[in-house]
């Protein structure tokens, strides 16, 4: 079975950090691209960052630069995201996701995995 994996959400104060792990399973790792979303209630679910596992191209949203940091354990099939400098702003539930082209898209996504909360705290 496919399955994608997100742990690591928690309560922090604003300033803070934490670190996301999406560990998969049941698919080709080095084929894909693995990406996070974040959603909070009432808005659509945005594409943060995505690294392509095959040549290790990263991306990220301008809101996000400079303090997150997208990498992953291809021994492991997991993929972290290190946030840093949170924000209150940066609350919601994230997922993370694999699709084959490195896309933030939501529709674009093959396999998701459940959601993890983060709640950054002013």
């Known amino acids: 079975d496919v399955q994608l994996q997100a742990s690591g959400g928690g309560l922090v104060q604003a300033g803070g950090f934490l670190r996301l792990s999406c560990t998969a399973s049941g698919f080709n790792f080095d084929e894909y691209a693995i990406g996070w979303f974040r959603q909070v209630p009432g808005k659509e679910r945005e594409g943060i960052s995505s690294?392509?596992?095959?040549?290790?191209?990263?991306y990220y949203i301008d809101s996000v630069k400079g303090r997150f940091t997208i990498s992953s354990d291809n021994a492991k099939n997991t993929v972290y995201l290190q946030m840093n400098s949170l924000k209150p702003e940066d609350t919601a539930v994230y997922y993370c996701?694999?699709?084959?082209?490195?896309?933030?898209?939501?529709?674009?996504?093959?396999?998701w995995g459940q959601g993890t909360l983060v709640t950054v705290s002013s």
């Open positions: 996701a694999a699709d084959k082209y490195g896309s933030t898209r939501s529709g674009d996504q093959d396999h």
């Open positions: 690294i392509t596992i095959g040549d290790g191209t990263k």
